[in-house]
């Protein structure tokens, strides 16, 4: 099992002057403690469940832009990018930017967005969620048709492009990764099923990610795949302490790292490949040795993946 960092909040102390700082070494830390992969949010504004709309938020691709450059190994992505939020071929020129320049490290994630909030205050065209799955649909197939070199036309019900071309082309071959976020069996599954080469899923315990793990395995035997071939991905949310059981200043509980072996074992136990966390202070630089002793005990758990 990979284990990889969220990171969701950026209104540290003397922000916005301390975010650059901060955020630089956060990669950096994550690189060095082993972690496989950092992701931040494709949101404009602060999310509900984290913060007040007006907390701090970065641009995703620009901040992953930053993070490449402060790094050399960890590899990049957007957790994930909605689909409205950029029109189809230039989020293939976006991607591909980044992992020419990152040396191969980026992936796309994707899903078919849902703060109507950020949308209708940014200006952004909010369709319904029945269009913006057949959006996502159709921009899958787009940043698809555009890695694989193809720079014929593509039109499509939503989308019409003259000339795909994409050049340079992306360093990662075939692609860059795509991972497709979400939870639905009938829609956002059959997507993955079809375009993904990995899913995300919420933590919400081991059984239930059988259960939906279970019912991707049936959509990938619909159109002949192997359900091994996709990597399984959640996100978690862990609060990493030399002792856990502790209320941290945050108000979260802490776990030790032989706790979180335990619940982490567990979601490999039913198939999960990688665990993304979110972590409750990952400004925190003393905690990143906690961080690397449980890179280096969860590492054996499930499948073997390249």
């Given at each position: 099992?990979?284990?990889?960092?969220?990171?969701?909040?950026?209104?540290?102390?003397?922000?916005?002057?301390?975010?650059?700082?901060?955020?630089?070494?956060?990669?950096?830390?994550?690189?060095?403690?082993?972690?496989?992969?950092?992701?931040?949010?494709?949101?404009?504004?602060?999310?509900?469940?984290?913060?007040?709309?007006?907390?701090?938020?970065?641009?995703?691709?620009?901040?992953?832009?930053?993070?490449?450059?402060?790094?050399?190994?960890?590899?990049?992505?957007?957790?994930?990018?909605?689909?409205?939020?950029?029109?189809?071929?230039?989020?293939?020129?976006?991607?591909?930017?980044?992992?020419?320049?990152?040396?191969?490290?980026?992936?796309?994630g994707i899903g078919a967005a849902w703060n109507e909030e950020e949308?209708?205050?940014?200006?952004?065209?909010?369709?319904?969620?029945?269009?913006?799955?057949?959006?996502?649909?159709?921009?899958?197939?787009?940043?698809?048709?555009?890695?694989?070199?193809?720079?014929?036309?593509?039109?499509?019900?939503?989308?019409?492009?003259?000339?795909?071309?994409?050049?340079?082309?992306?360093?990662?071959?075939?692609?860059?990764?795509?991972?497709?976020?979400?939870?639905?069996?009938?829609?956002?599954?059959?997507?993955?099923?079809?375009?993904?080469?990995?899913?995300?899923?919420?933590?919400?315990?081991?059984?239930?990610?059988?259960?939906?793990?279970?019912?991707?395995?049936?959509?990938?035997?619909?159109?002949?795949?192997?359900?091994?071939?996709?990597?399984?991905?959640?996100?978690?949310?862990?609060?990493?302490?030399?002792?856990?059981?502790?209320?941290?200043?945050?108000?979260?509980?802490?776990?030790?790292?032989?706790?979180?072996?335990?619940?982490?074992?567990?979601?490999?136990?039913?198939?999960?490949?990688?665990?993304?966390?979110?972590?409750?202070?990952?400004?925190?630089?003393?905690?990143?040795?906690?961080?690397?002793?449980?890179?280096?005990?969860?590492?054996?758990?499930?499948?073997?993946?390249?």
């Open positions: 099992m990979r284990l990889g960092l969220q990171v969701s909040w950026f209104s540290w102390p003397d922000a916005p002057a301390s975010i650059g700082p901060t955020f630089g070494r956060i990669a950096q830390d994550g690189e060095a403690a082993g972690m496989w992969s950092l992701w931040v949010m494709d949101h404009y504004f602060q999310i509900r469940g984290i913060g007040p709309a007006e907390r701090e938020m970065l641009e995703a691709y620009t901040t992953l832009g930053f993070a490449a450059g402060q790094t050399s190994r960890i590899e990049l992505g957007a957790l994930v990018t909605g689909v409205t939020y950029r029109h189809p071929g230039l989020l293939a020129k976006t991607v591909t930017t980044l992992d020419v320049l990152s040396g191969g490290r980026a992936w796309l949308h209708r205050g940014l200006g952004v065209p909010f369709p319904p969620l029945k269009e913006r799955f057949e959006r996502l649909d159709e921009t899958l197939r787009i940043v698809l048709q555009m890695w694989a070199d193809d720079d014929a036309p593509f039109r499509g019900r939503h989308y019409s492009l003259e000339r795909t071309l994409n050049s340079p082309p992306s360093l990662r071959r075939p692609h860059p990764p795509i991972l497709i976020g979400g939870m639905g069996e009938e829609k956002t599954f059959r997507l993955i099923a079809r375009y993904g080469d990995a899913c995300n899923l919420f933590d919400v315990g081991p059984e239930r990610v059988r259960q939906k793990l279970a019912v991707l395995a049936e959509r990938c035997a619909e159109v002949g795949r192997d359900p091994l071939s996709v990597r399984s991905t959640v996100l978690s949310r862990l609060n990493l302490a030399a002792k856990g059981g502790d209320r941290a200043a945050s108000g979260e509980t802490t776990q030790s790292v032989s706790e979180a072996v335990d619940r982490l074992g567990a979601l490999a136990d039913v198939g999960v490949d990688d665990v993304i966390i979110g972590m409750a202070a990952p400004e925190d630089r003393d905690v990143y040795g906690l961080v690397a002793d449980l890179v280096r005990q969860v590492g054996p758990l499930g499948r073997d993946v390249a």
